[in-house]
């Protein structure tokens, strides 16, 4: 097949530098998807410093700032990543379930408008909660607000919800309006003499437009890194091969991404493994999953 990497069999199988490329991509894709089975957030004092930009990947309004309060908790997607023209870099998050991107310097620390970015902390393979509770008494009456040595009492009857555990910490958001986070101390995993739980975190609907907001940045860098693995192979070549590539697709029933041309997905299984694993993490916490099927990656729509 013309522009295709190796040798074709009459299997369909694939032998020659295909199967080193695909070796190359599930490693490096491996490698960035290493993890627990828990997420980090990353919390920011004053998330108003830095450069900040929505899903669309357009600088926030100073109205939208003024929406991120101090210390609000961000759910790191990927931690290294690069905005839509695939050289500015970035760290992707969610605040709210919503995506945005935080803009990387040269350094690769995180950029600022103006001045000090100020503290960041970055709380690595915690549980994600996210449900509300009252609490009755006892400890949990003390919290210790979000860069703050001193607690503060609470009255009982004070609804949190709760974000992540950390330890024997969890890290709250107080119910009322304008709530303020902080740490507060609520042992027992269920019920407990001292808090209750009155309202459990569910899954909200997710649109499969939100779905493919979530999943091209990660089958982009797939194809970045194909195409910078086969430039690698063969530099200043005049016989470059193109380098395969994968297709996003939607119909009415899902998301389907798969490998083109499509007589390579035979060389390229352990490939699309890795890359399940990368959408796997960015689809946490919506209920979607995928799988592989029939050489392809299925995203099924509710």
Known sequence: MAGSPG?????????????????????????????????????AEHPERLVV???YQQRLTAEEYRRLPPFVPMVVVREQDHLGDGFTPCAAVEIGREPYFILRNEAGEFAARGGEPGKTEMFRNVSLLGDTVVLLGGGALRL????????????AGTRVVRVFERDSKTYVRLASAGGRFGWL??????????????ESASQAAISSGDI?????PVVDGANRSLRRIYAALSPGSRDARTPPFFRLSRSAGEIRCSLEPAALSGAFTGSMRALLAGLERVLGGTGVHAEISEGAILIPLR
Do not use: N, Y
């Open 53 to 55: 930009f929505s899903k």
């Open 7 to 43: 040798t074709l069999t009459g299997r369909g199988r694939v032998h020659g530098p295909a199967m080193r490329i695909a070796g190359l991509f599930v490693a490096l894709c491996g490698t960035a998807s290493a993890g627990g089975p828990g997420r980090d957030v990353l919390i």
């Open 144 to 155: 210790r607000p979000a860069g703050a040595h001193e607690e503060i009492p609470l009255q």
């Open 185 to 198: 101390s609520l042992p027992g995993p269920g019920r407990s003499p001292q808090w209750r739980e009155v």
């Open 212 to 216: 493919l907001l979530r999943v091209q």
